[in-house]
């Protein structure tokens, strides 16, 4: 299965929503804590199984996370470690990049997620304990969601409903925001320990799903949130993202501080489909192809981007 060396430590991966063999990796140099970052756009060969560079993006501070337009094929949203926003154009040489630089935030940006119904907007969320709605084309943001009494690690769209968001917070809740109206909707007190991620269901707007420090991935479905619907074991630490697949109702992948990345079915007894060990370092980044079912992606601290079909060995060659 195809395989890309990163100088730095890898962070975050993403499909492209427009070609199915395009990624871009986030990374960071020195694990995050101080030093320079740099964004990866890679391809993957139609008739070999490697991972080749179409361009890199130097930036002076570790990116975090990233996201793909989808509405501009060529895209890219970049959240970094000195607080800025990074907006690139792929189809632009670097030196011709960002396009727009966003300084808003107060501490590191450490998510971003791309409206995928409006399309013309996203957010961040950040450790200044706020999130942020985007336009593309305005200079400044439409709007702080300040609640939140710790970092907000992930902010994530629900994939039905264009004006609500969920966000994941080391204050231990999880909440829910429509952008109409004043302050967040609904609050879940999901876990004892910090939430670091969370997801919507592609196939039930209703369904939402955390990950903790606690090293559990819980289930929750909004119209009755007192107990979560299933709770998800097996990750031997902290559990770093998770992610609903975009072609099947009942399956999440999750990555973990345990080195692992894990698929899950959420509606089965025995949930763990499959566990791939294939990283030396955290696993912190991972994403599912929107465009070829079965198609995941993973990077870690150990520099390395990993894609591979499901069912098959990461580093199988």
Request: aromatic share 12%; glycine share 4%.
């Amino acid at each position: 299965m195809p395989v890309f060396k990163t100088p730095f430590n890898g962070y975050s991966v993403k499909f492209s929503p427009f070609y199915e063999s395009r990624l871009a990796v986030a990374t960071a140099q020195n694990f995050g804590i101080l030093g320079n970052g740099r964004i990866h756009v890679l391809d993957l060969s139609p008739t070999a199984p490697t991972l080749s560079q179409l361009v890199s993006f130097d930036t002076a501070d570790g990116v975090y996370d990233l996201s793909w337009s989808e509405s501009h094929d060529s895209l890219l949203v970049a959240a970094t470690a000195d607080g800025s926003v990074k907006i690139y154009d792929t189809a632009l040489p670097p030196t011709a990049n960002p396009i727009r630089s966003l300084h808003e935030h107060t501490r590191e940006v450490h998510s971003t997620d791309y409206n995928p119904t409006r399309r013309d907007s996203f957010l961040t969320a950040s450790w200044d304990d706020t999130i942020k709605l985007w336009t593309v084309d305005r200079p400044t943001s439409v709007r702080t969601f300040k609640e939140h009494a710790y970092c907000v690690y992930n902010a994530a769209w629900n994939p039905r409903h264009s004006d609500v968001f969920c966000s994941a917070s080391g204050d231990c809740t999880l909440r829910i925001w429509d952008v109409r109206e004043a302050g967040s909707t609904m609050i879940i007190p999901a876990h004892e320990f910090e939430i670091l991620a969370c997801d919507w269901n592609k196939y039930d707007d209703c369904v939402i799903a955390s990950a903790s420090v606690d090293k559990s991935i819980k289930l929750w479905d909004v119209r009755n949130y007192r107990v979560p619907i299933t709770v998800l074991n097996g990750h031997g630490y902290a559990v770093r993202r998770v992610k609903f697949s975009p072609h099947r109702r009942n399956v999440l992948a999750s990555c973990s501080y345990d080195m692992t990345v894990c698929l899950w079915d959420f509606m089965v007894e025995d949930a763990l489909v499959a566990r791939y060990d294939h990283h030396t370092e955290f696993a912190v980044g991972v994403d599912m192809s929107v465009l070829v079912e079965g198609l995941l992606a993973s990077t870690g601290w150990d520099e390395l981007v990993y894609v591979w079909q499901q069912g098959m060995d990461p580093r199988a060659v």
